[in-house]
T-cell receptor, first 112, second 114 residues
Framework: GENVEQHPSTLSVQEGDSAVIKCTYSDSASNYFPWYKQELGKGPQLIIDIRSNVGEKKDQRIAVTLNKTAKHFSLHITETQPEDSAVYFCAAAGGSSYKLIFGSGTRLLVRP | KAGVTQTPRYLIKTRGQQVTLSCSPISGHRSVSWYQQTPGQGLQFLFEYFSETQRNKGNFPGRFSGRQFSNSRSEMNVSTLELGDSALYLC?????????????FGSGTRLTVV
């Protein structure tokens, strides 16, 4: 069935270093891949997304890459800051399913 | 502009009771989705509504139901509550197909069943 695998489950980096989170999806019909940041007590907040007709997208310190052939997509955060500490979720949607399939989440800790 | 509003923020219910949660989408958004978030199962899709019609439903028992009103506000209902229904229930709104327009989430309703 539809599935999104996300790794790693936890990630600890030093402030200023880069962080990379990877996801793999199973449904070939998926064409929309958002990344969400969730802070304690809040709902998921969209930080960046990419569609299947694009291989890479960047927004300041955040970038996402997509490899449709391998069904992989990744989140890259450069120059990490303590306020980047949160749980990050990848997701996939498409094929007129009208739903997001989420990965299991990555808890990112940025050490000052 | 106002975001997605979910009420109430917190609820405590007893096993066997029923509960109704409310979601007001962003103005102009016609699609509302519901998700259940638990530490063990992560974020799971419940159902999605567009213009008062349910377009998709997740793998949850019939105790979980929802509806959407003509003003796009949505409610979800859980009957005969079980301890395992304790979770954060999240609502997301979209202009139409979320795969085309993206989804915006509310802050959720934290339901505790005792």
């Amino acid at each position: 069935g539809e599935n999104v695998e996300q790794h790693p489950s936890t990630l600890s980096v030093q402030e200023g270093d880069s962080a990379v989170i990877k996801c793999t999806y199973s449904d070939s019909a998926s064409n929309y891949f958002p990344w969400y940041k969730q802070e304690l007590g809040k709902g998921p907040q969209l930080i960046i997304d990419i569609r299947s007709n694009v291989g890479e997208k960047k927004d300041q310190r955040i970038a996402v890459t997509l490899n449709k052939t391998a069904k992989h997509f990744s989140l890259h955060i450069t120059e990490t800051q303590p306020e980047d500490s949160a749980v990050y979720f990848c997701a996939a949607a498409g094929g007129s399913s009208y739903k997001l399939i989420f990965g299991s989440g990555t808890r990112l800790l940025v050490r000052p | 502009k106002a975001g997605v509003t979910q009420t109430p923020r917190y609820l405590i219910k007893t096993r066997g009771q029923q509960v109704t949660l409310s979601c007001s989408p962003i103005s102009g958004h016609r699609s509302v989705s519901w998700y259940q978030q638990t530490p063990g199962q992560g974020l799971q899709f419940l159902f999605e509504y567009f213009s008062e019609t349910q377009r998709n439903k997740g793998n949850f028992p019939g105790r979980f139901s929802g509806r959407q009103f003509s003003n796009s506000r949505s409610e979800m209902n859980v009957s005969t509550l079980e301890l395992g229904d304790s979770a954060l229930y999240l609502c997301a709104s979209s202009l139409g197909d979320g795969g085309s327009y993206g989804y915006t989430f509310g802050s959720g309703t934290r339901l505790t069943v005792v």
